[in-house]
């Protein structure tokens, strides 16, 4: 309970002073500060962490984008990519195109994508430090936690009550199809040296920015964005109760499981207590946990695992528990067994140990990524809405 | 122009290039090398020979023709051409990766037995336009149309020359320049291996690779 409220304390200094003092000090930023705070002592305290995680999510999906699209707005007067702006290497750096920018560069030392390296707002060296931390640390933990674009499908995929659609039996196929679709963009963005993913396949063109319809291939463009943005974004979410943009097409969330075994923390699952009720199958938003992974007995979730804690919640059993990667390393060296679970009897080395447990260290780390990422883009998006309701208002004559 | 010196500006051509010729044909070497079926070093060894002689054969028809041609030609040296050739390129490179998909995944032992009797001059075209050692040589053929900077220079050269015997001596070092790229490709079957899942993968790789071939960078370009 008391490690709980020191990491309380601990996030409250750290929305404090990302979303509030970093921020003017507005209400309005005090207000999302509060909401934060609010989000985090339910994550910690209650059983339920996804619940409030996903709710989280949403609310940041929903504020970036107004927040994006009103600076586009502002900059430029519509959402369209304008000549100058592509020529003059003013295009927002999105983190979905890392890979397939970093491969081209590594061969060629060619950055294939017309953003600026620094100093502007989402430059390529901001989102590239901002990945490489989040990797080593919260790993692909980063889509279900600090991603702009995943809480628009964790909110589609919680309107239904139960899903229409069965993917479990095909989780499988599902992963493949991830890599092989990531395969297929890297190599053509070496093959084509431009982002062919951005030309053709990026579903949230729709909601930030895109190329204006000038020509047919401009305009089948367009329809291919839209169609991808209904059907990965709202229907099949909304029928199949996952997320399935992330974990079928998105190229930096197949990018980031790769590199999973790299970060800080994992999902371990203790297969002698685990029952194979299979509920944490059919819960998982990425299909990373299926038939074979359960009577295997791997003990793991696959690769794809975005660390949304949702398996966590809802095992019966209490079989699915958040590790350190390094931890059982580290106890085999030092010929230590981790299966000893007696409380200490020393009430500081207690307290320690409540604090540096992995769960909460994992939520601790990946809501401060969200909190910092979403800080000011947020307060922005809800400072647009409020202004927008208060024009609204007096428009209306009230 | 001296044969000597030709020799050497096409290689180093090749060699300062070869990247750029290596990253062009890696979306068809790697799906279609470790998506293929009793995959080994040997059988690598060879798809990616045939892959290469292909691409030479290709590379040294259109350089006897173009020197050939001489200045006949030099009206054509213009951004157009080049676009189109590699549109060509794309499409049919597409459609090969394609069948050869088709021919793996879809058309099985049996179903190929059973549709023999209904259709043999199909089907045996099917599967010899489909099998992974033509595939390895007929899209080394389309490949070697696709014009990319370093080809158009050589081409350029082979105008200049204005002798066929020249022309295949530049073409071929110009090849033997970009060959040492392609060494990598060797060590995809013990990556598959290592991880049998990567075949299913490459195969599904592939796959896209062809659809994209044959509707993004073909299809739309040449319609649009």
Known sequence: MSAKLVLTAFMAYIIYFFTISLQSNSVLAWVYGAFLLYLFVMMLFSKNANKYRRLFQLVFAVLFTVSFVGNLYDERGSMAITQNAFYESEIPFCHLVIPLTIIPYALTKTIIFP??????????????????TATVTIGRGWCSWACFYGGLEDGFSGLAKKSKIKLLPKNNEIRIFHFSFFAFLILMSIAFLSSIFCQWFCPFKLITEFTPIVDIPSLI??????SVFLIFI?????L?????????LCPFGAMQSLLSPISQFKISIDTEKCTSCMKCAKACPFSAIDIDTIIQKKGRPELNCALCGACLDICPENAIHMEFSFTKKLAKKCGLSLSNKTKSKNKIAGFFK???????AFVFSAYTFGVIISS??????LRRIVSAFIRALSLGGI | MKLWSSALQSLLLGLSTGTYCAMY???ILIPFISGSENNSLKKTTVLTLLFLAGRIVSYVVLGIIFAGAGMLLSSFFNPVLARRLSVFAYIICGLILLQNFLVKRKLSKNTLE??????????????????????AVLSGLSVGLHICPPFWASLFLCVQSGSIFYACIIFLCFYLGTLPFFLPVLGLPFAVKKMPVLKQIAQMTQLLIAVYFIIFAGLIPLIF
Not at chain 1, 120 to 127: D, E, F, G, R, V
Not at chain 1, 376 to 381: C, N
């Open chain 1, 234 to 238: 709202i229907v099949l979410p909304i």
């Open chain 1, 221 to 226: 463009a367009t329809f291919l964005f839209m």
């Open chain 1, 354 to 360: 409540d604090l540096t447990q992995p769960k909460h």
């Open chain 1, 115 to 132: 953003a600026r390296i620094s100093g502007h707002y989402a430059s390529i060296l901001s989102m590239l430090i901002i990945w490489l």
């Open chain 2, 25 to 27: 044909c890696a979306p």
């Open chain 2, 114 to 135: 059973a549709n023999k009797k209904a259709c043999p001059v199909r089907m045996k075209l099917a599967v010899f336009t489909g099998n992974d050692f033509s595939t």
């Open chain 1, 376 to 381: 000011s883009l947020a307060t922005d998006g």
């Open chain 1, 240 to 248: 199949t109760k996952k997320r399935t943009q992330c974990s079928i």
